[in-house]
T-cell receptor, first 113, second 114 residues
Framework: EDQVTQSPEALRLQEGESSSLNCSYT??????LFWYRQDPGKGPEFLFT???AGEEKEKERLKATLTKKESFLHITAPKPEDSATYLC??????????????FGRGTQLTVWP | DGGITQSPKYLFRKEGQNVTLSCEQN?????MYWYRQDPGQGLRLIYY???????QKGDIAEGYSVSREKKESFPLTVTSAQKNPTAFYLC?????????????FGDGTRLSIL
């Protein structure tokens, strides 16, 4: 049973065309939600952590928001260098392994000039 | 700069062969993790270690083994019992098991079958 679902699987945007990526989760108690960026052949690079509903974080053209059941990664006026796969992961507040992350399958973003 | 180093970047395995993937960190983190990434799938947890000389199975441990003799090192062995080893393997660490700080990742090892 998937605990983290990301949509869409793939997204193609023209440079400057803003959009949002979605991450919905079903863990009963959220300890933290993490967004990562992954370039081809590389490991995930940390972007944001969100801990409670209503929280928002921003970094350059990216803004992450969190509700009780989902998170959005908003991309404003994207550039080709924003092309990557964006991964969402959640950490539950109960269970035998508090530190483990549950990952979604990612959204592959392509921004063309 | 502190970080996680994985080696080699590419690895090829012959039938019946065991291969070992290296993961070294200089972040002084207690907890370390191994994940497997397949196309179109999320990262899946293979093994994790909370502290030196301790490790636990994750969701897909069959066909894999690990050791944690030093704080900074957490090697993963892919044994011949793992029938479908072709994947991208990622090592990660966090200050301690249960920390809600983000996990730091290495740049992965891509394993293929010859």
């Amino acid at each position: 049973e998937d605990q983290v679902t990301q949509s869409p699987e793939a997204l193609r945007l023209q440079e400057g065309e803003s959009s949002s990526l979605n991450c919905s989760y079903t863990v009963s108690g959220l300890r933290g939600l993490f967004w990562y960026r992954q370039d081809p052949g590389k490991g995930p690079e940390f972007l944001f952590t969100l801990y409670s509903a209503g929280e928002e974080k921003e970094k350059e053209r990216l803004k992450a928001t969190l509700t009780k059941k989902e998170s959005f990664l908003h991309i404003t006026a994207p550039k080709p260098e924003d092309s990557a796969t964006y991964l969402c992961a959640v950490q539950a507040d109960r269970g035998s392994t508090l530190g483990r992350l549950y990952f979604g399958r990612g959204t592959q973003l392509t921004v063309w000039p | 700069d502190g970080g996680i180093t994985q080696s080699p970047k590419y690895l090829f395995r012959k039938e019946g062969q065991n291969v070992t993937l290296s993961c070294e960190q200089n972040l002084n983190h207690d907890a370390m993790y191994w994940y497997r990434q397949d196309p179109g799938q999320g990262l899946r947890l293979i093994y994790y270690s909370q502290i030196v000389n301790d490790f636990q199975k994750g969701d897909i441990a069959e066909g894999y083994s690990v050791s944690r003799e030093k704080k900074e090192s957490f090697p993963l062995t892919v044994t011949s019992a793992q029938k479908n080893p072709t994947a991208f393997y990622l090592c990660a660490s966090t200050p301690w098991e249960g920390s809600n700080q983000p996990q730091h990742f290495g740049d992965g090892t891509r394993l293929s079958i010859l």
